[in-house]
T-cell receptor, first 117, second 116 residues
Framework: AQKVTQAQTEISVVEKEDVTLDCVYE???????LFWYKQPPSGELVFLIR??????QNEISGRYSWNFQKSTSSFNFTITASQVVDSAVYFC??????????????FGTGTRLTIIP | DAGVIQSPRHEVTEMGQEVTLRCKPI?????LFWYRQTMMRGLELLIY????????DSGMPEDRFSAKMPNASFSTLKIQPSEPRDSAVYFC??????????????FGSGTRLTVV
């Protein structure tokens, strides 16, 4: 069975500090996808990134970067120079998708990030 | 593209009443998912459809919950009768994934249901 663990329940940092959100996953499939979503106070789920299991390259998008390591089954998310607008709950999710059309997501419990001005 | 459209955004109902949540997926997406978010259980999958056919409803909590997808552009999640413990945010998502078109997965804005 698939499982996603976000051990950090809540994190608070002062604005402009860097912060890393941890995500560890479990799966028996060789083909899978990993996601990060942001849920601001307004409640919607905002897509941040999707990664497939065959692509271990790290990715950077502005102040955001992701470190995917299959050896440790981790997909960590770093925000550089944090801003107050980054305050939200962040979810990591896993999709085991050996068959097309079967991409249900399993979510972690989320990390509530608070950026202190 | 208007995205995944859910209605209503907010619903307050009395215990025992029937509640129907609606979802319009993105045109061209062939899978549709209903998720529920609560403080106690987080985000959990209730049911999903592929090409309008229910594939896995093992997440549906009990017989009071039912979901339908009569066509590729519409799905409903019904709770009858509703109970206070059904209060949650219900998200609909749609996706496509093919060898040639790549992979897209989009969530709606959610319906916040309160049962009093």
């Amino acid at each position: 069975a698939q499982k996603v663990t976000q051990a950090q329940t809540e994190i608070s940092v002062v604005e402009k500090e860097d912060v890393t959100l941890d995500c560890v996953y479990e799966t028996r499939d060789t083909t899978y996808y990993l996601f990060w979503y942001k849920q601001p106070p307004s409640g919607e789920l905002v897509f941040l990134i999707r990664r497939n299991s065959f692509d271990e390259q790290n990715e950077i998008s502005g102040r955001y970067s992701w470190n995917f390591q299959k050896s440790t089954s981790s997909f960590n998310f770093t925000i550089t120079a944090s801003q107050v607008v980054d305050s939200a709950v962040y979810f990591c999710a896993l999709s085991e998708a050996p068959n097309f059309g079967n991409e249900k997501l399993t979510f972690g419990t989320g990390t509530r990030l608070t950026i202190i001005p | 593209d208007a995205g995944v459209i859910q209605s209503p955004r907010h619903e307050v109902t009395e215990m025992g009443q029937e509640v129907t949540l609606r979802c319009k997926p993105i045109s061209g997406h062939n899978s549709l998912f209903w998720y529920r978010q609560t403080m106690m259980r987080g985000l959990e999958l209730l049911i999903y459809f592929n090409n309008n056919v229910p594939i896995d409803d093992s997440g549906m909590p009990e017989d009071r919950f039912s979901a339908k997808m009569p066509n590729a552009s519409f799905s409903t999640l019904k709770i009858q009768p509703s109970e206070p413990r059904d209060s949650a945010v219900y998200f609909c998502a749609s996706s496509f994934r093919t060898p040639y078109r790549g992979y897209g997965y989009t969530f709606g804005s959610g319906t916040r249901l309160t049962v009093v």
